[in-house]
């Protein structure tokens, strides 16, 4: 049994590109919630948007793509963030061309962002458009395959909104396992029609910046973002580039609804628990958890009803959505990353957006920024529709 | 891991197995489609009406086989697309009512996890949960995903599946990619065509997988896959998974190929079965199902009726006969559009 460890990251959401952006803002408490001046859409006007303030054209530019007609958003925003999480763990192209290195990324909307050209070519109605071999949602996995040469295993996954912690899983159990030294593992999703009518059409969108763990939530704010992290063995990385480590991780299905998370939070509390039994770690050991807090009535208070389930006192806890908004299939590893940076730096970033804390509940989201505080476990929540939840400890290096 | 039962709902009459006593549909059209049941008894009608083709065939094949197998743990799904029908309805409805007053129905049957969802919440299946979209690779990462719980221990029975719907909109997108033949059929047997293009096919296939077993069907021992390989990968990845099973190439005594009739993929398939493993018998499947994504796992289906000793099917599979020898060792061989390759070995 290989232990995995984290020896790259790399992010782009609303907070900005790469991760020193990210870090900055999380730690000075500021929003990347807003209104889109780039996405096109009808409810621009209405809604808010964590949206990557960077046109396709300067997204290009930043990921040398400058000649490329055909590349979706969501494969752009893929492209800075592996890049900047392949530059941090230093991988030789050797490395990555590696049978033993292999990638498992993720995405909900894929290249099907590109709505227009979509419809036409589905529809066959007029000559194919530029974006024609670019809507699937394994596309971008695809173009990272053969930017970086990758031949070893390969995977897309797509569980809505847990997609990219179950990357993260996967790629684990994968080194764990010894079948593979290396693996970029994570997610992307760009801001799209198809996913905004979507969610607004279900009715869980909020009308203001979505405010996770407070009383009077109104739903959720769409964002989006790629995150994406290096995972080496034991076997092949020298402990001065380990970052983190991943020792535990859950997946479970609550089955009981496709949208709404059971009353008594049962595929929460299982994914939660599978992740504690396989860290080999108490719940009292947990020092922060990065909450899924999506903002929405029903996430929200389900999953502070599985926290009670674990914990007699839960640990500090809050939802950074309150600052990317929910970038779906990219959520789980930006999140995670996340954690890595509170596990690195001693350091919880506080919940946005909570005026009245939720009634009937014994804890509260950390709404102020802590720092100097030991962070030895975290854990990163992440649930999807469908009832698809996975839960991921991290430990400190 | 073991197979131990299967079902499927592909565009020869699997469901109620009438392709294994020679009831074959002759396809003369572009697209194969499903043979699909009336689901009626065992989805309930208000829900089937809701479910598009990928999620009802989804739910068809794998339901039964949960309902079968009360000890299944989780459900493993492979899908390119999901329900492009209903992402294309939803899609369309944003364009020409131009993001007016929706109705989720379609975006809710639409992304590609319901399926796995569905059958999760119809069969009260807690465990877990997973849905690979990889393209021609995505059935092969459940199979992985697989054998990967049961070494972990924590899984002693899985459902694993693989999904693909035609709808005329990912009809139209592939079609304008110049995968598929712009002339409808003219002979049963059109593998060997010289024409480029396939026909596209879809179809839904499952398994329950165990670890150990007394009485299986088949065992999946070990798989592969590349993307974006040249020859040579090939060859060094067909070594490698022959290696680490202890097998040489004169172990394998059947490959499966994924002709298609594009003359443009050919060479990959002509390479194993007349290059690599020259003395194997070599069996085809496509002309049975057409082309799509994940239907390596309709491949795994027929195999594993071969290994029961089905003759109609053998017969009907069989492209090159080169030995007299017993079905033992097979290696299934499937690329799509020559970028995602794989390897399924499959032991009697």
Known sequence: MQRVYITGLGVISSLGAGKEANLKRLCNGQSGIGRASIFESKYTESLFFGEVNLSDDSLKEVTNNQDSVDLSRTALLAFFAAEEAIEQAGLSKGDLSSYRTGIISSSTVGGMCNTVSLYNDANRKEKPSTFIDSYADAEHTMRLIKRYGIKGYSSTINTACSSSANAIMLGARLIRSGRLDRVIVGGSDALAKYTVNGFNAMMILSDEPCTPFDANRKGLTLGEGAGYMILESERVVDNNRVLAEVIGYGNASDAYHPSTTSPESIGPTLAMQKALALGGVKADEIDYINAHGTGTVNNDETELIGFSNIFDQPPIFNSTKSYTGHTLSAAGVIESIYCVFSLLFNEVYPSLGIKHPMKGFASKANETYLSGIEIKHAMSNSFGFGGNCTSIIFKKA | ?348
Request: hydrophobic share 40%; glycine share 8%.
């Open chain 2, 1 to 348: 891991m073991y197979i131990t039962d299967l079902k499927a709902i592909l565009p020869q009459d699997t469901y109620t197995e009438g392709v294994l006593t020679g009831q074959f549909k002759e396809h003369n059209e572009m697209v194969f489609s499903a043979i699909e049941p009336n689901y009626i008894g065992f989805i309930p009608k208000g829900l089937l009406r809701r479910m598009g083709k990928a999620v009802r065939m989804g739910v068809g094949s794998g339901l039964p086989l949960i309902n079968d197998h009360k000890d299944i743990e989780g459900v493993l799904v492979a899908t390119a697309n999901g329900g492009m029908e209903d992402c294309i309805k939803f899609l369309n409805q944003i364009v020409d009512y131009d993001e007016g007053i929706l109705t989720p129905t379609n975006f809710v049957q639409s992304t590609p996890n319901s399926i796995a969802a569905q059958i999760a919440l119809l069969g009260k299946k807690q465990g877990y949960n997973i849905t690979y979209t990889n393209g021609g690779l995505a059935f092969e990462n459940t199979l992985l995903d697989a054998m990967l719980l049961f070494e972990e221990g924590l899984h002693s029975k899985l459902l694993v599946g693989g999904i693909e719907e035609v709808s005329d909109y990912s009809y139209n997108i592939d079609f304008l990619l110049g995968k598929y033949k712009t002339e409808p059929i003219s002979k049963e047997w059109y593998l060997d065509s010289n024409s480029v293009g396939a026909y596209c096919g879809e179809g839904a296939a499952f398994f329950v997988l165990v670890p150990e077993s007394k009485e299986y069907l088949c065992r999946i021992k070990d798989l592969d896959q590349i993307t974006y390989p040249n020859e040579a990968d090939i060859d060094q990845l067909t070594a490698n998974l022959l290696s680490r099973n202890g097998l040489t190439l004169a172990d394998i005594d059947s490959v499966v190929l994924g002709y298609n009739g594009d003359v443009r993929h050919n060479k990959w398939y002509d390479h194993i079965g007349d290059s690599v493993f020259k003395k194997a018998n070599v069996f085809c499947f496509k002309h049975l199902v057409g082309e799509y994504r994940v239907c390596s796992s309709a491949a795994l289906w027929f195999l594993t009726h071969l290994f029961q000793g089905n003759k109609v099917l053998y017969s009907k599979m069989l492209k090159e006969d080169r030995h007299e020898r017993p079905l033992k060792n097979a290696l299934i061989y499937n690329h799509f559009d020559a970028d995602q390759h794989s390897f399924i070995l499959v032991q009697k």
